[in-house]
């Protein structure tokens, strides 16, 4: 057996490289790699083939929790289409979402029952939702929702597509982790 560690993670699992994936086939070629390279068959080969098998196995682990992750499949669509998402460098948000965060971090210092918090859970539920159906729309082209919040006018409408989907991807980032603040707020009030 013979896996190219170079490829991309598509490629690996024989997958187009787009957002929307038919998860049941990533479960199933998953598989099929980890049967194909699992060290045990390897055995008999002497203790360098099993090392090999298992970097083999690594590879697929790596690339099999990158693309199960929506946040993180964007992420790596956007680096490889020349928009690295660059979080911790590139803050810069629409400015109705930049409200919505202060109100929203607002509430949860607000929240005094568990119910307040549940509708912060929601609300945020209902924007990651809306947030990855905007990240689909500019990485794959098409859209299941309404118009993108994402919308700002670009020299290239390939590139302004990825770099609003880089956006998106760091919109969705901090929807994802001020979910989990508010459910450990939730957690700790009803302990």
Not at 33 to 48: C, I, N, S, T
Not at 92 to 113: H, V
Request: charged letters at 30%; a negative charge; hydrophobic letters at 45%.
């Amino acid at each position: 057996m013979s896996i190219d560690l170079n490829a991309s993670d598509f490629a690996l699992f024989e997958l187009p490289e787009q957002f929307r994936l038919d998860m049941a086939q990533l479960d199933r070629q998953w598989k099929a790699l980890l049967r194909e390279a699992h060290p045990d068959k390897f055995a008999g080969d002497g203790a360098a083939a099993q090392r090999v098998a298992m970097q083999w196995a690594v590879r697929i682990n790596e690339a099999y929790q990158r693309l199960k992750n929506p946040q993180s499949r964007a992420a790596y669509l956007c680096e490889r289409r020349g928009a690295p998402v660059k979080a911790h460098t590139n803050t810069a948000m629409p400015s109705a979402f930049l409200m919505q965060q202060m109100a929203w971090r607002e509430s949860l210092e607000e929240a005094t029952t568990p119910d307040d918090l549940e509708t912060l859970l929601e609300e945020a539920a209902s924007a990651r939702k809306k947030l990855l159906d905007e990240i689909a729309m500019h990485l794959d082209g098409s859209a299941s929702g309404d118009n993108a919040r994402f919308d700002r006018q670009s020299d290239s409408s390939v590139h302004g597509d990825v770099l609003r989907a880089a956006e998106g991807v760091r919109a969705l980032m901090f929807v994802e982790r001020f979910s989990s603040e508010v459910g450990d707020a939730l957690a700790r009030m009803d302990n």
